[in-house]
Each structure stands twice: as structure tokens, then as C-alpha cells.
């Protein structure tokens, strides 16, 4: 059957070397596949991505060497070390060591060389002699007849090629002429190397398909520079090029590689190329190779964000591989299981699982039936406790000396916990779950935190409970002598700012954390015409002096609940611990400059602002006095109003608190939110100020500076 064609898209040009060998998952959360063999096999995503092809050619530059270095070992008969040998061939050091003088003429013919083929700035800053590359080129060809070692033939060879198509003197003569060397039976990169440079000699030639041909014979595990199969395919770019090509090959295999590296273009249908593959040989090692891939890329479905859209045709591959048979399944029914999971049909997932366990019980497939029991729980009891514990154990250890990401298997449990309990409403261990690696103060508030440290001192009831304890345990406390176990300093800082934003002031100073002795950049005691109250002579008070004044003037509050200044400087206080107060940081562990935490307790604060300026308002003599305690209670009223009328904030991860954005953040001194303001019976205090004091000093400065009192004067007239 003739094959299906796809439109052809010209790609990127790319001159480096490169290759792909371990892992390439910088887009995705989670992994459960072991590695495999094949070229690219391994590298998730477009192949023509910057971050993927920066990482392919890296990991060439150091497979490269290394085998370069271990081919000299061997013509060394491993008389010096790696790392000798490194100096010699690559920084032309301790060449004292080599004592054939065949070695040390070909040392020295390539460091000339490497001036004229390899960019500056990588070798050497001091300055070269000026070359002739013909020159250069006579002498290597005059070496290859002269030496005796077919190795260094060879890398003479291979040295004359490459100036010769660096420079464009005649390239496909000197291949023409030296192509018997390839005929030797000594296994060699260098081979790799020149045929490389014949096929990119071939292309410059203008005989595209050819050239391209002959890099696809370099798409070979065995061949040290394979990933330049794919990244010089993109030359076939008609279908033309493409019919040309096909009539290259000399085996069906040959054809089923021209399909698979057109299928590693990001806008190629994969799933096309699969049926092509499918109907060229249904037992093609690159139809696996391709099936793996495809589910390689799919395993973003375990991602807790949703960066990325989830759009692979999940029911078309299941009803293709549902209506095709192989020699060996594997491949299949591992994608059918994992697509079914995707799909949300567990019965379907694990009835394929359980296929795979009977005749391939591996690693992997294990790994697959661990996630589908992982998502087919809808809650989680002590039971379900001890047996997520023993899989999870189990398949930890089995991680050892295989290459695999190691993370995903503990990591996935841990997110697929963390939204079990937050579904069934148990906070703790929500928190538990999405703190197992990394304890985030932020994750807290003050009853959550009590409940933390009562867990964590606590006789565990499951395998699992006795697994948080001890991860947190070691996070959350430190040692100190004969075994007494103290909560850390960041633990202690986040219990004294939630018990302060809770106003449990006198607990806050018994927690003696650190914070304590840090110093208040603003005086939470003054009030400012700005709505922050950020101004004035900084640095006044620390934590602790700030706590003990305050408890000291809610002492003299109860003796006399008629003291104007007490009332006052109370108020101000608990303003300026709020949101919008100076000292809201003693209240946050990560204060945010767009949303609060806790609505509950910015209105708690904000309610007993306005209760104590009220008692000072009525107390107070000084008209001048009198009107910065109203101004204040108009603060604490539009206050009031944007906690109301604030707009939740979803979390960014799950077991984040919910934060409120008030609406004035966005659209501050905007008429239409003033008109909400006056519309929900707000402007008591701005109506006060107007009215019976203008006609202080104190107002005089208010007009000048505060826009939300001019704002407030436009609306109501």
C-alpha cells in the first residue's frame, strides 16, 4: 500500500553535533517509564526545542569524548590514564608521556587544524599563525600513505575531509579517493565521524536526498553521532525529496527509519506514521520505538498544573491499538493502560495491568498497576494507609541501579494524598502530604500549626503516619542535647506571626523565637495620611518591646476604658497589623502586596480598630485630635469595606490557603467602586470629617493628600 504523505515543514538548520542519552523531562511533573536503548527514545517533547537540543548536544560533547578518550587508551595499550590522556589529545599537555613520534606528528597536525575548522573562542586565546589550509590538507593525505597504523590512517583521513568540506576544496574528490579506508574491520567513532561529514558533504553538493540518506544511517544506537539523523532530515522538505529518498533504500528497514524520523517532526501525526509503520512491518522495532514516545510525552496527564494542554487523542491511539496485533504486545498494552487511565476508565486500565503482570511482571509494569490503585481510591482510611506505605516501599527500593526518575513514584503518592484529604476534609495530613519534601511556613495557620505539633509528638497509628513523623520531624525540629527535640527557628518565627495575627500577644512572647529581637521598620503605633501608614522615623521598636507595650496598654484599657490616648494608640496598633496597616508583616510569613489571608481575622482586627477609636473619639477634647481620630475610623471603614467585597483567590498548588484580593487593588480610586462604597451604606467618617472639621488644620491636610476623601467629596455632590 502506498504510504501516507504528510506536508513537510522546514525546520530549524542545525550544524552541531549531537546526541541524546538520558533523561529530557523539563516539562513534565511526574515519569514512570524505564529508559530504552533507541536514538531519542528518551527525549520527551520537540526534539527542536532549545532546552532538549542544548541537552542532546551536551550530552554528545561528553559521550563523545569520553569514547575518543577510551579508543587512545586502547591504542595505548591503557599504558596512561583517562585523565593523562585528556591532557595530551585535548589540551596538548604533558606530551612527554608519548614516546611514538607517528602520535606526537598527528598531536600536531591537528592543533593547526582546529584554527581553521573549530570556532576560536573554544580552544586557545593566543594568537595563531595565519595557515593555508591546502597546505594542511597535502600533509594529512601525505600521512596516510605514510603511516603505518590504520587508526591514525583513518584520523588523517578524517582530518583532510573536514578542512576540505569546512573550506569547500573539492571534499568529495579526497572521499572519493580514501573511502577504502572505511573498509577496515577496526571499530572505530572515527568512522561515525567522516561518515557524517560525507553526508553533509553530499548535501552542500546539492544532492539532497543522498546526502540526507546517508545521514540516515547514522540513526543507529551504535553510531556515537546518530542524533544527526534527525537533525539534517529536515533538508526533505518536498514531496519530491521525499519519493527521492524512499527510492534510496536498499531494505524495508531503511524505509520504516525515513518514516520514524519524519515522524520525530513536533508537526508531524504520529499517529499516521504509527498506521504506516503498521502496514510497511507490524513487528518494527521503530514502531515501538515510536509508541513509546508518544507515551513518554503523555505522562504530563500526572502533572498537578495544567500548564500544558492535554490534547493528545487519547481515543484514537486506544482504537487503533485495540484493532492491531504484534509478535509482542508489551508495548501496546502498557499504552492501551496507560491511555485508559487517562481516560478515566479504570476498569479498563487495570484490566490491561493485570494482562502485562501475568507475562511481564517488571519495574515498570508494576509501577503502572501502583498508579491505577492510586487513582481508583476515592478516599483513604487507616487501612488504605498501611497498604499505600507497603506499594510505595516496595517500588522504592526496586529503584535502585535502575535509570529511571527516581522522584515520580514517592512524589505522585504524596500529590494524589495531598487532594484525597483535602477532598475528605482532613487538613492535617493535606498539609502532611504536600509538606513531605519541603515544609512551607505559608501552609499554616494557627490551628493547622497546633494540630502539626501535636501530630508529630504523637504514637503513630499506620506505617504512613509513622513515615510523616519522621520526614517532618527532621524539618520541623532540631536536636538539641539528651535527646530534647525544640521547634526550628523558621517554625518558631511562623507560631509568633500567626499568634500575633490571632492577637494572642502574650503567647507570642512565651514562644521565644528569634523574631522577637528583630527590629519593626515602622512604628506600629503611628498614624499617616497615607492609607500604609509607612512614614515617620523607622526602626523604633523590636518585636518583643512592640508586644510588651501593647499588653501594657490593654492593661491600662481595663483600668480605664475612658483613656483617649490608650483607646488610641490600641486602635492604631491592630490597624496597622492588619493588611493595610505599616506592621502587617509581624502578622504574615510571606506578606503579599495584592491579597490577604484569613478574611476572619483582617476583619477581626479591622472591627476592633473602629471600636477603639470610637471609645477615644468619644473621650477626646482636642478638635484637631478629634479629626485625625475620624480620619482614622474613615481608613478603618473603607478597610472594612475592601476585606468585604474582596474577591477569592484560587491557590496556586492545593493545600495553599485561599487569598482574598480586594477591588481597590486594581481599580484604586476608580468612581465606580467609591459608588459601591456609598451604595452598601459606607462614608459615615468621610461624611463626619466633611461636615464638622473642615475647618481644621488637620483637614486642610487631608484635602492636599488624601484622594480617597476628594474621591468621596466628587461622589456625594
Known sequence: MILKILSFILLFTTSLFACASGWSFHDK?????????????????????????????????????????????????????????????????????????????????????????????????????????????????????????????????????????????????????????????????????????YAGILIKDKQIALGVYNFTKLFDKSKINWQLSFYNFYHINTNELWEELKSLAKSEEEKEKFITLRALNANANTLIELQNLYELNPNSKWFDFLLYRQLLNTQHFFDEHTLYERDFQIKEYINFLESISKDDMYLIDLSLSYFYLYDGNIKKAQEFSEKLLKTNSNHETRTLNYLIYLNSLKKVNLEDENI???????????????????????????????????????????????????LRPTIFDLKSLEEFKAFINKKPQTKLEEYFIKQHKKRAYILEEKESFVLSKNLKDTNTKLLINNLQFRKALNINANILNEKIRFNPFNVNIKGNNREGKQYTYTTKQFLEKTLEIKKQIDLNPKSVMDNYLYANALYNLSYFGNSNSLTTVYRSVYSFKEKNLEEKKINLSIKHYKKALKYAKNKEFRAKIVYMLAKSELASFDIKFSKKREPYYIAAK???????????????IYKKYLENGYGEFFEKLDKEYSNTKYYEELIKECANLRIYKKEIR
Open 29 to 197: 511533573q511526574f515519569v514512570f517509564l524505564e529508559q530504552r536503548e533507541l536514538p531519542f527514545s528518551n527525549n520527551s517533547g520537540n526534539l527542536k526545542d532549545s532546552a532538549i537540543y542544548n541537552q542532546i548536544h551536551w550530552d554528545y560533547e561528553k559521550r563523545n569524548k569520553q569514547a575518543n578518550l577510551k579508543e587512545w587508551q586502547n591504542q595505548f595499550k591503557n599504558s596512561l590514564t583517562l585523565e593523562q590522556i585528556e591532557k595530551i589529545v585535548y589540551k596538548r599537555e604533558s606530551l612527554n608521556l608519548i614516546k611514538n613520534q607517528e602520535v606526537l606528528d598527528y598531536l600536531n597536525l591537528v592543533e593547526k587544524q582546529e584554527s581553521l575548522v573549530v570556532p576560536h573562542y573554544y580552544y586557545y586565546k593566543k594568537k595563531k599563525e595565519k595557515l593555508d589550509p591546502q597546505v594542511l590538507i597535502n600533509q594529512a593525505l601525505k600521512k596516510i600513505d605514510e603511516v603505518d597504523s590504520e587508526y591514525l590512517k583513518l584520523r588523517y583521513f578524517y582530518l583532510a575531509l573536514r578542512l576540505t568540506h569546512y573550506k569547500n576544496m573539492n571534499a568529495l574528490e579526497v572521499f572519493e579517493n580514501y573511502k577504502y579506508l572505511l573498509d577496515s574491520k577496526s571499530k572505530t567513532i572515527v568512522k561515525d565521524w567522516i561518515e557524517a561529514l
Open 388 to 438: 499505600i506505605y507497603k506499594k510505595m516501599s516496595q517500588l522504592l527500593k526496586e529503584h535502585e541501579g535502575k535509570c529511571l526518575n527516581t522522584d515520580s513514584i514517592h512524589n505522585y503518592t504524596f500529590k494524589k494524598l495531598e487532594k484525597l484529604y483535602k477532598a475528605q476534609n482532613d487538613e492535617l495530613k493535606m498539609i502532611l502530604s504536600a509538606s513531605v519534601n519541603y
Open 658 to 672: 485561599e487569598s482574598y484580593e480586594p477591588e481597590r487593588f486594581w481599580v484604586y480610586s476608580k468612581s465606580k
